[in-house]
Every structure is written in C-alpha cells, then in structure tokens.
C-alpha cells in the first residue's frame, strides 16, 4: 500500500504543529509545501510524517554523535520564535539532508544552509537540484564556523541542541539579526532567541525543548584544581 503523502503532510501540520501554538501562516505554509519524504532514508519514507526524530545517520567510530531530522513541532516552533521575513538572507546550521533549508526556502529570501558531513551534504545538495529549491546553496564547512563567506545574515537557524553557540556565528548576524537555538541536553534544554543590535548581541530564554544533539558544540571539560 503506498502512503498518501500529501494527506501524510497535512495531518502533521494540523495535528503535530498547529497543537504546539505554532500559529505562522508562513511557516505552517512552508511545511505544507515541502516533502519531507523526500528527505529521509528510504527505510524511513513511509514514516518521514511521525511526530519523531528520525535517523539519518548513525553515531560514528570516531565519538561523533548520531544525525537526526528533527521532529516536526519543535523545528516549526525554533522558525516561528526566529520571525523570518520573506527577503530574508538565513544561515541553516546542521542541514542535514536538506529538510530544513528547503522549508527555511519557502519563507526566506535566500539560505546558506552548512553541513559538515561530506554525504549528508552531498545527500542535500542533490535534493536541492532535484526538487527544485534554487534559492538554496549547500556549504560544506565546520557547522561551528557558519559560513562568513556569505554573512551578514539576517536569520541564524541551529538545528539541534548545543552547549553554546560560538562568537563566529554571531559575528555573521547583521545588526537588526536573529539568532535561535536550543542550549542545554534532553528536557533541560531551552529554545533561546538572541538578537545583535549596533554590534551587541542579548538573548532570552522563550521556552523548554528537547532535541538531539548537534556535533561540533560541546564545552570541552576543564580541569580545576
């Protein structure tokens, strides 16, 4: 039996995100728009709409943690609290597959979407080719480092839980600039918005989330004495 996607995709609008007080006709448009099966592995696709982290690759050998696409709600809630405006100019941190840069494309002007991963990358830039999402470039570079190459930026998206976001990326941010992340792991994280007004930057807490991790963005321990 083959999945009907589009109904798949409003029920998650309607039952998944507008019950999370998400109430942005742009972004609830942008997840109506954008197929999310078309983003996930293939063992995946027909489950690419539950209300789930889904993997898309596992933990490395190297320590590095598993990659997610994050669940719908909490991503939906990160865009309304970022109030993206349709000119735009966003930085994706952690793109992934390239699910969230092609729905950050459908509310912003234009996305800078960084990944670190070599496949993934690779994985989204096709997706972007194929599907279409041409106000989108894919950069392979240290998600810490953002992209500067292409800053200012007048959106900065973190797709996944840090310990801190680092000075680069808020020296990317223009003046007038938004910033939102999760900081803090499991159900002590909280999605915070910071804003960079004539060079300084101030932030505020705006509400509990739980998302995965994000590699490249943990404190290294210190030894004290």
Do not use: C
Request: proline share 7%; hydrophobic share 45%; net charge negative.
């Amino acid at each position: 039996m083959t999945a009907d996607f589009p109904d798949l995709r409003t029920k998650m609008v309607d039952n998944q995100i507008r019950t999370t007080d998400v109430t942005n006709v742009a972004v609830l448009d942008a997840f109506l728009a954008v197929p999310r099966e078309e983003f996930v592995p293939a063992a995946w696709r027909d489950l690419a709409y539950i209300d789930e982290d889904i993997p898309l690759k596992p933990a490395s050998a190297a320590g590095e943690p598993a990659r997610y696409l994050m669940e719908p709600s909490p991503f939906a809630k990160l865009l309304q609290l970022a109030s993206i405006q349709p000119g735009d100019h966003v930085l994706d941190i952690g793109a992934g597959t390239g699910y969230s840069a092609a729905v950050l494309s459908r509310i912003a002007g234009s996305v800078v979407a960084v990944e670190s991963d070599s496949d993934l990358a690779a994985q989204a830039a096709t997706r972007m080719v194929e599907l279409g999402f041409n106000n989108v470039v894919i950069a392979t570079t240290p998600m810490p480092e953002g992209d500067p190459s292409r800053a200012p930026y007048d959106v900065i998206v973190i797709e996944g839980a840090v310990d801190f976001v680092p000075d680069a990326l808020f020296g990317q941010l223009k003046n007038g600039g938004r910033l939102v992340a999760v900081e803090g792991r499991g159900n002590a994280g909280i999605a915070r918005f910071y804003m960079k007004d004539e060079g300084i930057v101030s932030g505020r807490g705006a509400f509990n989330l739980a998302v995965k991790e994000l590699t490249g963005f943990s404190r290294v321990p210190q030894f004290q004495f």
